[in-house]
């Protein structure tokens, strides 16, 4: 079961990739930002890193990645606060599924020691 949890935690972190990159190149299109390109393009370097790492450290890979998450979802709230009710559902199963993946890690951890 632990495992499957970890598994659902590594797939959020692919989905955030996904969206990442997806709003990186529609907003581009939509406002020619450069700028949010080039920072949506390494937000989502940084997800598929953090996902592909999590096979061998996923307790460390999953907590990073929901810091960086919440990370994200702040700095938007300062520069835009409507930001913080738009996809309101899909951020809560994010961090629900990366929370139940940490938590899954952590008695994954325990088990082994």
Known sequence: MAKKEIKSGRNS?????????????????????????????????VYLGLAYWSQQRPLIALVLGLLVYLTTIVINAIVDPETIYKGIIVKVLIIVFLSKGINSALQLRKTQI
């Open 13 to 45: 972190l692919l989905i955030i990739a996904g969206l990442s990159f997806l709003f990186g190149i529609g907003y581009f299109f939509l406002h020619d930002d450069t700028a949010t390109l080039i920072a949506s393009g390494i937000l989502t370097i």
